[in-house]
């Protein structure tokens, strides 16, 4: 008997367009699932465009207005890919029409938009999910299961970065179609929101609640012309961002993220200190894990690097043979994956709730950085 299909009404062709359409057309090849995902409909608002990603992705039509897209009763999940200003409109409509919603991150420009979208989700009792997806990349969630055996022990030190470099021309445009992150009308921050909330929603499941916060933030190119008004406006994003924070289980945290690191592309890197153990991981060697081991005999004690592609290791016996690795793009496949089994089951996270705890930490440290005090992050 075939298995009932899960239809996907997608808004935005960009690059988490892609990476979704990716996750969604290949998962069914690779894991055994209860529904069998299809691409009914891209929605997005050039229409030629859109038609040409239609047919280059293989999906079934074509909308021009995410409304109509809701409106349709042969799609049975909206996956929201476009700009963080569209989300809490596209969520709260789509729970309403009792859709199952799907969102990128961060969940809302601020933890307001987000509670809305949560209380719109659990009031229609659909289900949902935030693509938070490095939870999901294979060495990750074995940093997870090793935390949750207790290998590592007491936690002391949880150590974030998310460095790159690509806005430190001063002749860079904010707004409009690439540029939309540097426009705080539409990313609701800068660093903080985008790439520090990735750190966060790690950070807070890998080692628990964040209890409190203080942080800096800078804001270096002052102003850059709007490539929608043709004028010069001030920016309102954080360029950079570092902050402290104690977790509710007593740890210690540092957490930095910024656009002006020279030469660092997307170097997201995590480190955990235990008393047992510590762990490492870089998403630019991100089928590695680094582990440190103390109950290691004295003499051949050090850190190991381990390759994370055998079968016991998490996913993996969903790939290759031992020894090939996967990539970035996997990581979609495997939330995907998580999202349609947990359909059945366990729905699995994180949910909107979750996110929602992410963005009430990026506020906090946004508070923080305007009053130079330690704040709640709950
Ligand atoms: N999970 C991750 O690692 C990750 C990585 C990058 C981006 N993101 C998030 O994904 C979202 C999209 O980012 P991106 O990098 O793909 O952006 P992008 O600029 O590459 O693509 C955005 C897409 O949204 C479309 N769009 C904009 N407004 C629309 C509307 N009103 N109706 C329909 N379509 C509309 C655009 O045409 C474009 O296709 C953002 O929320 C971003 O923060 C997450």
Not at 91 to 115: D, F, Q, Y
Not at 310 to 320: L, S
Request: glycine share 8%; aromatic share 10%.
């Amino acid at each position: 008997m075939s298995k009932p299909k899960l239809r996907i009404g997608m808004v935005g062709y960009g690059f988490m367009g892609r990476t979704h359409s990716n996750a969604f057309k290949s998962v069914g090849q690779f894991f055994d699932l209860p529904r069998t995902p299809e691409l009914a409909v891209i929605c997005a608002r050039d229409e030629g465009r859109a038609n040409a990603f239609a047919e280059r992705w293989g999906y079934g039509s074509v909308e021009t207005d995410w409304r109509r897209l809701i409106e349709r009763d042969d799609v049975d999940l909206i996956d929201i890919a476009s700009p963080n200003d569209t989300h809490k409109e596209i969520a709260i409509a789509a729970a309403e029409a009792g859709k199952m919603v799907m969102c990128e991150k961060p969940l809302g420009r601020n933890s307001s938009e987000s509670r809305a979208m949560v209380e719109a989700v659990e009031k229609a009792g659909v289900a949902n999910m935030v693509w938070y997806n490095y939870r999901r990349v294979p060495a990750v969630t074995l940093a997870k299961q090793l935390i949750d055996e207790g290998k590592l022990g007491r936690i002391f030190h949880y150590r974030a970065k998310f460095l790159q470099d690509w806005t430190i021309s001063a002749d860079l445009p904010q707004g409009g179609e690439g540029l939309w992150r540097l426009d705080k009308a539409v990313a609701g921050s800068g660093v903080t929101g985008d790439l520090l909330a990735h750190c966060i929603d790690t950070a807070m499941w890998l080692n628990g609640g964040i209890d409190s916060v203080t942080g800096m933030t800078e804001t270096f190119i002052k102003e850059r012309p709007h490539t929608l008004t043709g004028k010069v406006e001030k920016v309102g994003i954080d360029d950079a961002c570092a902050f402290l924070a104690r977790f509710e289980n007593g740890s210690l945290a540092t957490f930095e993220a910024t656009r002006y690191a020279r030469g660092h592309k997307a170097l997201y890197t995590l480190e955990i200190n235990g008393e047992n153990a510590s762990i490492f991981w870089d998403l630019h060697d991100l089928h590695r894990l680094e582990y440190f081991d103390h109950s290691d005999e004295g003499r051949v004690r050090g850190w190991r690097s381990v390759h994370i592609t055998d079968g016991d290791h998490p996913y993996m016996d969903k790939w290759w043979v031992p020894g090939l690795q996967i990539g970035y793009e996997h990581s979609f496949i495997h939330q995907a994956a998580d999202f349609i089994a947990g359909l059945n089951g366990e729905a699995a996270a994180p949910t909107f709730r979750d996110a929602l705890a992410t963005d009430m930490v990026t506020d906090a440290v946004l508070k923080s950085a305007e009053t130079r005090q330690w704040e709640p992050a709950h």
